[in-house]
């Protein structure tokens, strides 16, 4: 199953973004949820993940700025992004039980 992630763009550094997945069609709702991002040059790195049972994670660039949340009604799971560095520019890619979604680019601007 190809998961859609949408919400990426281009932000001035100190800025926000919320970037979304879903999946399309039926998915077994109680299953883990999260994004990784690839940045240039570097390997990719886990940003967030819930489990079914809600419990989170982030990795440690993204704790105090990053929120994940999952809408299992909606097969979705999100991710708000505050205080957006430099850093955090890369391909962003959502994950929903064992599918993938292809990404979506932010870019943070200094």
């Known amino acids: 199953v190809q998961l859609q992630a949408s919400g990426g763009g281009l932000v001035q550094a100190g800025g926000s973004l919320t970037l979304s997945c879903r999946a399309p069609?039926?998915?077994?709702?109680?299953?883990?949820r999260g994004w990784y991002r690839q940045a240039p040059g570097k390997q990719r790195e886990k940003v967030a993940a819930i489990t079914g049972g809600g419990l989170t994670s982030y990795g440690d660039s993204a704790k105090g700025r990053f929120t994940i949340s999952r809408d299992n009604a909606k097969n979705t799971v999100d991710l708000q992004m505050n205080s957006l560095e430099p850093e955090d520019t890369g391909i962003y890619h959502c994950?929903?039980?064992?599918?993938w979604g292809r990404g979506t680019q932010v870019t943070v601007s200094s």
């Open positions: 994950f929903i039980g064992s599918s």
């Open positions: 069609g039926t998915i077994f709702a109680n299953n883990a």
